[in-house]
């Protein structure tokens, strides 16, 4: 119990339902006095109401309907999953968030956390075998009934993603199908995670295992992301591209398909040479790539703005200063098995300023032509 005297929370996502119902399970039965706390999003829109229930080990101990806001059965989700988390007492000694399939676990953490509810871990259930399907399936939620939204257009493979790489602790289903090639990915996707199996493992430990907000924001943020590192094993490798010369915008824009199709998985940061003061992020999954400006290179802003930057964001860009460039830099990760190291590398390094362009100067750089104004909606 916390100092508010609300029980500590653990948030408990995952598109694997079947692994994520194991794992809730599983911390009912291992921790004394646990409380469960479900939104059912499915069929939201048709009733124009979420669906909640609240049990523990021992069955329901409460239901309702909380009604749906502006067309967004997750919008709902965050209105009443705070007063609900209010009201368990003194008798509960964990209060356990199960999520709806596509609900990511990042917005109900920082929902949690901002009304000053400790939240002690957050957990991404997975079945091993089902981790390269789901990457590999661009698509939408709404196709597949699990849109938390009328606008949702988010795909199966980037919520996967997100809600894989977000949480500190993997949650991990006792499955025949999976083999070593799937483990292999597993942990080259997120190697940092804590692998818990929910069988037979210390769940019970990984939900007070600890987690702070701020610091898994910082590692999402595309400026300073702990990408991974390189790797092989079992048939799957990690590539890391990195590289200070910029990209030339239209060599770039014309390989983007067969760099979003060579890997199950690839990310990171990089800089094109007619935009040089805009950080761009790089999130593929599922043959679909977003690119997106993630604000400035610290490099662009003036000295007396660098004291609003996030301290993390100040040393993540220390650690990689360039001498002309600063913090500009190519970071991409790429992450699959079967993967052509080789002709992924000629393809990333064809992209980049040849010599002769390079030595033009800036100023030539900005009237190279891009197609990127129509991608960025610029």
């Given at each position: 119990?916390?100092s508010?005297?609300?029980?500590?929370?653990?948030v408990v996502?995952?598109l694997?339902?079947?692994?994520?119902?194991?794992?809730?399970?599983?911390?009912?039965?291992t921790?004394?006095g646990?409380?469960?706390?479900h939104?059912?999003?499915a069929?939201?829109?048709?009733?124009?109401t979420?669906a909640?229930?609240?049990?523990?080990?021992?069955?329901?101990?409460?239901?309702?309907?909380t009604?749906l806001?502006n067309?967004?059965?997750?919008?709902?989700?965050?209105?009443?999953?705070?007063?609900?988390?209010?009201?368990l007492?003194?008798?509960?000694?964990?209060?356990?968030?199960?999520?709806?399939?596509?609900?990511?676990?990042?917005?109900?953490?920082?929902?949690?956390?901002?009304h000053?509810?400790?939240?002690?871990?957050?957990?991404t259930?997975v079945?091993?075998?089902?981790?390269?399907?789901?990457?590999g399936?661009?698509?939408?939620?709404?196709e597949?009934?699990?849109?938390a939204?009328?606008t949702?257009?988010?795909?199966?493979?980037d919520?996967f993603?997100?809600?894989?790489?977000?949480?500190?602790?993997?949650?991990?289903?006792?499955?025949?199908?999976?083999?070593?090639?799937?483990?292999?990915l597993?942990?080259?996707?997120?190697?940092?995670?804590?692998?818990?199996a929910?069988?037979?493992g210390?769940?019970?430990?990984?939900?007070?295992?600890?987690?702070?907000?701020?610091?898994?924001?910082?590692?999402?943020?595309?400026?300073?992301?702990?990408?991974?590192?390189?790797?092989?094993?079992s048939?799957v490798?990690?590539?890391?591209?990195?590289?200070?010369?910029?990209?030339?915008p239209?060599?770039?824009?014309?390989?983007?398909?067969?760099l979003?199709c060579?890997a199950?998985?690839?990310r990171?940061?990089?800089?094109l040479?007619?935009?040089p003061?805009?950080?761009?992020?790089?999130d593929a999954?599922?043959?679909?790539?977003c690119?997106?400006?993630a604000?400035?290179?610290?490099?662009?802003?003036?000295?007396?703005?660098?004291?609003?930057?996030?301290?993390?964001?100040?040393?993540?860009?220390?650690?990689?200063?360039?001498?002309?460039?600063?913090?500009?830099?190519?970071h991409l990760?790429?992450?699959?098995?079967?993967?052509?190291?080789?002709?992924?590398?000629?393809?990333?390094?064809?992209?980049?300023?040849?010599?002769?362009e390079?030595?033009?100067?800036?100023?030539?750089?900005?009237?190279?032509?891009?197609?990127?104004d129509?991608?960025?909606?610029?």
């Open positions: 119990m916390n508010t005297g609300h029980p500590p929370v653990v996502g995952g694997h339902d079947a692994a994520r119902r194991a794992a809730v399970e599983r911390l009912l039965a921790v004394p646990s409380v469960v706390l939104h059912d999003l069929g939201a829109a048709e009733r124009g979420v909640r229930t609240v049990r523990d080990a021992n069955g329901l101990l409460s239901q309702g309907e009604p806001l067309d967004c059965a997750c919008c709902a989700l965050r209105e009443d999953l705070v007063p609900e988390l209010r009201t007492g003194a008798g509960t000694r964990l209060a356990i968030v199960e999520l709806w399939d596509s609900v990511e676990p990042k917005a109900m953490a920082e929902v949690i956390a901002a000053e509810l400790r939240i002690t871990s957050v957990i259930a079945d091993p075998a089902l981790v390269l399907p789901s990457l399936n661009g698509d939408d939620l709404a597949a009934g699990l849109a939204a009328a949702d257009q988010r795909t199966i493979a919520t993603a997100r809600q894989l790489e977000y949480a500190p602790v993997l949650a991990l289903l006792d499955s025949p199908e999976a083999d070593d090639e799937d483990r292999a597993l942990a080259q996707l997120h190697p940092t995670a804590h692998q818990v929910i069988e037979d210390d769940l019970a430990a990984a939900a007070f295992h600890g987690f702070d907000v701020d610091a898994a924001a910082a590692a999402q943020h595309p400026a300073c992301a702990l990408l991974p590192a390189e790797a092989e094993e048939g490798s990690t590539v890391v591209w990195r590289q200070y010369r910029p990209f030339h239209q060599r770039l824009y014309a390989a983007l398909e067969d979003t060579a199950a998985r690839s990171g940061r990089f800089w040479a007619d935009r003061d805009t950080l761009l992020h790089w999954a599922g043959g679909a790539l690119v997106e400006g604000g400035p290179w610290l490099a662009s802003l003036p000295d007396a703005a660098w004291e609003m930057v996030p301290p993390v964001r100040r040393a993540a860009a220390a650690l990689d200063w360039h001498p002309e460039h600063g913090d500009r830099c190519q990760v790429f992450t699959s098995p079967g993967l052509d190291r080789d002709g992924l590398l000629r393809v990333l390094d064809s992209c980049l300023l040849t010599d002769a390079y030595a033009a100067g800036p100023e030539s750089w900005q009237c190279l032509g891009s197609d990127f129509t991608l960025l909606e610029i």
